[in-house]
């Protein structure tokens, strides 16, 4: 009854890839909003009233992209809100983040009571994708997976040519590292701010969607369980780069699913450090992320946090 | 039934807790009947734990109905709680059940203050003059749902969602292999700990871990259904718990070890209407009707049915003693001689795995 070493290693790479995705779209979500100059960190919050307001709505109208679209929306008034404490009224983007992540948690609390326990009509499944399904091992890992993990594919794509092949793009990244010199260009610094940060809110919100819609078809309080943290730290890995997020993610999916299998084949590594790994694996991340950068003067936008005001 | 409504506070920026303040909405007690309080851990909607006690509290006021009942859901396990329960002391509940282990100090503490009210603690070790508590001997379904599992095993491996390493959770792992090894001596009970009692994503990721190596039954401890929904995707069986878990997974649920908790609680607010009430550490079996064996799937054949009826009337009768010996411990050991039967002190602080599970209780 023993699986192959194959079998064994295909679904652990098809488990990182489905583990990994809510996290992918929090940290995508992220380095857009940290690249245009905000740091926004209420990810957390965030990903569970996209969570939750995905799962009403799907379990409402039994229409899954119309959950997603609910939870985007969700997830870019939560982050207009932001914007609008830490632009508008030029709030210190810590405390604002903070305290988003602790009313993102309450609301969705609020908002979830009357699903808790009910059985969603729709989630998403896994669809192979015709011949690359058939691929071994890859196949499995990247194309029979849900629809909402293939979006993700397309989003990680776009952002990275929108980042360094596009002027918008580049005016997002002037405006994170000196607004006043793209301002001087002409270019609307609050503007930018604002739409970034909203647009981050979305795919947030989507990844809090992932969970409750295709990951664990459900909905529960707290149902993110640090993901958004996790997230958060996933972008200074990263260094900002849209490409390497999707490689930290799925590392981090990897190690999460790796737990349970480590178990199962009666491994004598007690199951709560088991369970750590994860976190320590993180702490590792950014140890490494933060070397890196002082070797090679890689780092955050320059302007990341500090909150402009025209002269 | 009073109605209370939940205002979810925001506190401010600063602070770190967010507290969800309860205010009881629209005082209007009918004088002269007897009120009754519960509190509980999670939203009585949950499908498990809770939602089982809250069926209890409705069984308790449709049957007496010179009882009414008041209760406060998704109350934490921390100082909130000793709020709570003094608020419903003080709103006139004569008796006040308390349903979660972490409870235990606060219904102490509460319980000195108001010596005239009834406290009853579920899964507790804490008694006063005002204080009881109770608990039901889960591990007797366990048995009988291991022997449908074990009938219905095809690869003769069964993987068990374990939730925490404690006494509650090993002996039900250890009863359910008993009773799957009873119908089936072949089979074997795998483990996986996932440290959670109720964390979708981590239990679903651990079914399924037990799925790709091979079981074709999924049982579990923790109170959400996504370990069933893990066998349900995956074409296989599984054995939930708490309560009938079949809407989430229609295909997949045998049947569930169950808590049925209102006749228990009838029978203990009318001892205290009549002043017979004692404090007591109460545990009790299957001939009690606090547990049973959940409504069966369409898939389970009239025998196997048939040979579970007939397991339950031997608990019932106490006949079939489910820790009884000869037992071994599944590094051979022999932990139970043939002829004894486990005492209740050594089946609380149960440490080891019987003969048929693999896996470890992590120390």
Known sequence: ?311 | MLRIRRWVVLIGVAVVLSLAMVGAGGSSFAASKFKVGFIYVGPIGDAGWTYAHNEGRKYLEAQLPNVETVYVESVPEGGDCERVLTQLAEAGCKVIFATSFGYMDFVQNVAARYPNVVFMHCSGFKTAKNVGTYFGRMYQPRYLSGLVAGKMTRKNLIGYVAAHPIPEVVRGINAFTLGVRAANPNAKVKVVWTNTWYDPAAEKEAAKSLLEAGCDVIAQHQDTPAPMQAAEEKGCYGVGYNTDMRQFAPKAVLTAPIWTWGPYYVKTVKAVQDGTWKSEQYWGGMEEGVIDIGPYGPMVPEDVKKLVAQKKQEIIAGKLVVFAGPLKDNKGVLRVPAGKAMTDAEMLSFDWFVEGVDGTVPK
Request: no cysteine; hydrophobic share 55%.
């Open chain 1, 1 to 311: 009854m023993e699986q192959t070493a194959m079998a064994f290693v295909t679904s652990v790479l098809s488990a990182a890839v489905a583990a990994g995705t809510p996290i992918l779209y929090a940290a995508l979500g992220e380095v857009l909003t940290e690249r245009s100059g905000i740091l926004n960190l209420s990810l957390e919050g965030t990903m569970l009233v996209g969570a939750v307001s995905g799962f009403l709505v799907a379990v409402r109208t039994g229409n899954l992209v119309a959950g997603v679209a609910a939870a985007a929306v969700a997830g870019g008034l939560i982050a207009a809100l932001h914007a609008f404490l830490t632009v508008t009224l030029k709030v210190n983007q810590v405390v604002s983040g903070l305290s988003l992540t602790l009313f993102g948690t309450g609301v969705s609390g609020y908002l979830g009571k009357p699903v808790i326990g009910v059985p969603t009509p729709v989630s998403f499944k896994p669809v192979a994708v015709p011949a690359l399904a058939r691929i071994p091992i890859l196949g499995d890992m990247l194309f029979n997976q849900d629809l909402l993990v293939y979006a993700s594919y397309v989003l990680v794509a776009a952002l990275w040519l929108f980042f360094y092949r596009t002027r918008p793009g580049l005016h997002m990244q002037s405006v994170g590292e000196s607004p006043e010199t793209a301002d001087a260009l002409g270019i609307n610094v609050f503007a930018t701010r604002y739409a970034y940060t909203i647009i981050g809110g979305m795919l947030t919100g989507i990844g809090g969607a992932y969970l409750s819609l295709a990951y664990a078809p459900s909905w529960i309080e707290y149902m993110t369980a640090g993901r958004g943290w996790i997230a958060i730290a996933l972008v200074i890995f990263a260094i900002w780069n849209p490409l390497r997020a999707v490689l930290g993610a799925y590392l981090f999916g990897g190690v999460d699913a790796l737990g349970f299998r480590i178990q199962v084949l009666g491994a004598i590594i007690p199951s709560f450090f088991l369970k750590m790994m994860p976190y320590v694996f993180t702490i590792a991340v950014l140890i490494f992320a933060t070397a890196r950068s002082r070797n090679y003067r890689i780092g955050a936008p320059a302007a990341l946090g500090l909150p402009y005001e025209r002269e």
